[in-house]
Nanobody, 126 residues
Framework: QVQLVESGGGLVQAGDSLTLSCAAS????????MGWFRQAPGKEREFVAS????????TYTDSVKGRFTISRDNAKNTVYLQMNSLKPEDTAVYYC???????????????????WGQGTQLTVSS
């Protein structure tokens, strides 16, 4: 049984930093690309960041480039999202995702996700 468990969300002020973690189990985690998506109230779930299985390739949506950093520790089966200079528009539920195929290098599309975490809420106050 594959499980992705996010943690680290909370209530912060604009300009603060926070790191989200996603612990994976039940799969050869290191063989798959991982990603972070987010969903704000009344909006579609959207791509935030992706990292390849080898950690050599990372991709970000434009709105978080230069502020967010995705990383992974395959030995710990954990993926991280370091978020700096947080803005109120970053407020959302953040979901960890694992790719459907081992050949996926960049996980940006929801259709390519095999497993989702339960989500962790981030609220950024102004």
């Amino acid at each position: 049984q594959v499980q992705l468990v996010e943690s680290g969300g909370g209530l912060v002020q604009a300009g603060d930093s926070l790191t989200l973690s996603c612990a994976a189990s039940g799969r050869t985690f290191s063989s798959y690309a991982m990603g972070w998506f987010r969903q704000a109230p009344g909006k579609e779930r959207e791509f935030v960041a992706s990292i390849s299985w080898s950690t050599s390739s990372t991709t970000y949506t434009d709105s978080v480039k230069g502020r967010f950093t995705i990383s992974r520790d395959n030995a710990k089966n954990t993926v991280y999202l370091q978020m700096n200079s947080l803005k109120p528009e970053d407020t959302a539920v953040y979901y960890c995702a694992s790719s459907r195929f081992r050949t996926t290098v960049v996980l940006t599309r929801k259709e390519e996700v095999a497993y989702w975490g339960q989500g962790t809420q981030l609220t950024v106050s102004s």
